[in-house]
């Protein structure tokens, strides 16, 4: 069964952490590139981070210096640890496989992070 369950979002003050993890189907993360994904009320989903299956890291530059993505092969999980959060951070926050989303459109129901000021 294709399935992707992100979890760990919450409310927390500016300055703040959060661990997100995402617990992926094997059809979805087996050997691909896994990425967390955000999307703020009246704007479109973008991509903060991106982890290719051999542990290599990219960040889009709003979360550079803040966000860690990992993955733990052995569980099909993904992992966001986000620190020095700011309100600008809100948003719904998604994990997925770059080329799967594009090929298939499948999204898992997100997890809401809320920084307060």
């Known amino acids: 069964q294709v399935q992707l369950v992100e979890s760990g979002g919450g409310l927390v003050q500016a300055g703040g952490s959060l661990r997100l993890s995402c617990a992926a189907s094997?059809?979805?993360?087996?050997?691909?590139?896994m990425g967390w994904y955000r999307q703020a009320p009246g704007k479109q989903r973008e991509l903060v981070a991106t982890?290719?299956?051999?542990?290599?890291?990219n960040y889009a530059n709003s979360v550079t210096g803040r966000f860690t993505i990992s993955r733990d092969n052995a569980k099909n999980t993904v992992y966001l640890q986000m620190n020095s959060l700011k309100p600008d951070d809100t948003a719904v926050y998604y994990c997925?496989?770059?080329?799967?989303?594009?090929?298939?459109?499948?999204w898992g129901q997100g997890t809401q992070v809320t920084v307060s000021s």
């Open positions: 982890i290719f299956s051999g542990g290599i890291t």
């Open positions: 997925n496989a770059p080329n799967y989303a594009a090929k298939y459109g499948y």
């Open positions: 094997g059809s979805i993360f087996l050997g691909n590139t």
